[in-house]
């Protein structure tokens, strides 16, 4: 069983890169084949992951999603080319995780639908774009199928047309979210955007973040959402494992071009390494009860 799991909220600064980032190298480190996409413009995970130099170095030789979103549009396109966008041993742990794998993003792909609406079709809607790459969709998801077993998509806070493309061979998606009204809002304008597409896709969970132990408004909201009524009806059940604020996660990511950490645990501290072990556990028992689910269709 392979699985894509979207990291998405409408709202920005939730930790969305910071937790798909961590998950990532969770899954990596207990000998999983996980695939890193990155589809923000802000490059952030592919710059946590490679470091500032080989993330431009990526962005220069033209290996980066939106090089390969690029290829797609083409009706030739051959999945052979795949593997080309794909830097292997990402990560700064152990000097790059075996079983870590990223497509980097670009600067580039906020400009995509300009970039390429004259090129050789000359096709200019965001429904005409989407149509060409659908074309090839079912490529690409048995290529991420055959050579991984999760693959975790990093988003902007945006239904950016990247996001749009993506989406069709998600399965599931968890939305980071911080306890807070703006933050909720944007995860319930996430749902009414991709209902909207027609897509069935699961919201897998919502990732509780940032979360200030002693703050009791916060332990308030997190209760609050359990009832899923009013502005919480469609707010997905939250995992049981709530990821705090703490400076240990943000300089574990934000400083990791300075560290060399040796395994996971070291790197996010034993105890919050130990939060998101419980979280993988949570997210792949999850993804198991849907497979199984599916199934039973
Ligand atoms: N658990 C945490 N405790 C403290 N700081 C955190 C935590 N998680 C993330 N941060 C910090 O919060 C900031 C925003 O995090 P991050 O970049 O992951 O959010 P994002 O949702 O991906 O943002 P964007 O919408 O811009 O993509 C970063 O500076 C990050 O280091
Ligand atoms: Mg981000």
Known sequence: MMSVVMFTNLKGGVAKTTNAVAVAECLASRGHRTLMIDADHQCTASELLLGETEMLRADKHRRTLHDLLKEMLDPEFNSAQLPTFVIEKASNIGGGLETLSIIPCSIRIDEFQTNYAKGKGGFKTNDEFLKMFGRNKNRLKSWLTRSFDYVIIDCPPSMALQVQQLLAVTDAYIIPCQPNKLSYRGASWLRERIRRTGQKKVALGTLWSMVR?????????????KSKTGDFEFIPTGFKT?????????????????MQPSSFRTKYDPKFAKLY???????????KELDEFKGEK
């Open 213 to 225: 132990g002693a703050d009791r408004k916060h332990a308030e909201i997190i209760e609050a959402a």
């Open 242 to 258: 709530q990821i705090p604020l703490t400076v240990s996660i943000s300089h574990a990511t934000e400083e990791s071009e300075n």
């Open 277 to 287: 072990e419980e979280l993988c556990d949570e997210i792949m028992q999850r993804l």
